[in-house]
Structure formats: C-alpha cells, structure tokens
C-alpha cells in the first residue's frame, strides 16, 4: 500500500517560516520524481515546487528565493523549507510523487494559514 503523510504544517506568522515533510512508503522513493503542491480556498491547485530523481529542482514564480525542495532518498522524504512566509501562502499543501511512466501518488495535504 502507497501512502505519502505530510506533516509541518501549522499557524505561522507574516515573514516566519515553516518546513514541511513527506514521508514515503510502499513506493522505491529513489525512482520517483516529487513535488509540492498547493490549493488556497476558491483556487485551482498548484504546483510550487519540484525536485527530480537526481535532484533537479523548479519552482513557482511567486516562492523563488524563499521556498526550498530538498529530498532525503535515505529516509524516503521530501521536504518544503519556507521562509520570509505571506499570508498569500495561506494554503493546504500537497506532496506528489510520480514515476518515470506517469504513476502518480498524493499525499492527504497539510494546512498552512500566515496571519497576524
């Protein structure tokens, strides 16, 4: 049985940060690319950052320079590090693994609210 568990999640503070986590299992981690994700209420989901089976990594234009992707093929998890946080962050955010041949997997998502 697949499943991704995100947690790191939580109420944080305009220009805190936070650092999110996604545990893999059931899946060989190491040939999955992955990536986050995230929906704000009213909003489409989208894509805020990735990071390829050999570590390549592209973000979204609106978290350049303060969201880092970093995976941990040893511990099967991916990670978020988001720092200089706004509330136009405020979003429930999804892992996302996917295999060489389009096998996709999601996680459950994780809140995360910015606000004073």
């Known amino acids: 049985q697949v499943q991704l568990v995100e947690s790191g999640g939580g109420l944080v503070q305009p220009g805190g940060s936070l650092r999110l986590s996604c545990a893999a299992s059931g899946i060989i981690f190491s040939s999955y690319a992955t990536a986050w994700y995230r929906q704000a209420p009213g909003k489409q989901r989208e894509l805020v950052a990735d990071i390829s089976r050999g570590g390549s990594t592209n973000y979204a234009d609106s978290v350049k320079g303060r969201f880092t992707i970093s995976r941990d093929n040893g511990k099967n998890t991916v990670y978020l590090q988001m720092n200089s946080l706004k509330p136009e962050d405020t979003a429930v955010y999804y892992c996302?693994?996917?295999?060489?041949?389009?096998?996709?997997?999601w996680g459950q998502g994780t809140q995360v609210t910015v606000s004073s």
């Open positions: 996302n693994a996917r295999s060489w041949d389009g096998c996709t997997y």
